[in-house]
């Protein structure tokens, strides 16, 4: 997966603390957004974003906060931890237009919080 | 927004042709299909994407139907490296930008 990276990959938490996860991406892609993926399930939207400065909740927006400062990157935060937020996140990017673009995720960060 | 349905697992016979339905019956005419797999919890790699005509490439096949309500993923040669989750995504726009909705996938697998 060239070209999207997050970080970190692992990592555990204990309920109530915060953290905040990074996905970097060197493609210059205007969209970006940020899935979640529980045990048995397929991804799940959480929070997007279609350029620098703007956010849209997806379907699955609540104990989390996201931030687009510059282009190339997109957090999620997460400010009080629990247990339900323990996940398997994956980040992506896709370029926008008008035609099909591709759609490129990162290798996953995985979240458990006790 | 659109939703998918695919079957929940199938299996195939290594070398055989794999095919992988997809019903996306409230799909509108801008939304394209899109294939991707998901090998353990890896993330998803990108197999193949259409709107109306079929496509093919060095990884498979998509085959639509006219009324755009379903598609098929094939894998003409099925190899046991084929063994993994295939997600039919659909591509939403909406009035912000777009995004993309997956179904829970079909768990493929080839058997030796």
Redo the contacts between chains.
Sequence with gaps: ?AG?TQTPKFRVLKTGQSMTLLCAQDMNHE?M?W?R?DPG?????IH?S?GEGTT?K?EVPDGYNVSRLKKQNFLLGLESAAPSQTS?Y?C?S?S?GLS?N???????S?LTVV | DAKTTQPTSMDCAEGRAANLPCNHSTISGNE?V?W?RQIH??????II???KNNETNEMASLIITEDRKSSTLILPHATLRDTAVY?CIV?VRDN??????????TRLSVLP
């Design positions: 997966n999207v969209y957004y899935y993926q399930m397929g991804l799940r939207l997007y279609v849209a997806g398997v994956f992506a896709v926008a099909g591709t759609i490129y995720f990162g290798e996953g995985w | 394209y899109y991707y919890s890896q993330g998803p790699q990108y994407h259409g709107l997600y591509r912000y930008g777009q995004n993309f909705v997956f179904g829970p996938g």
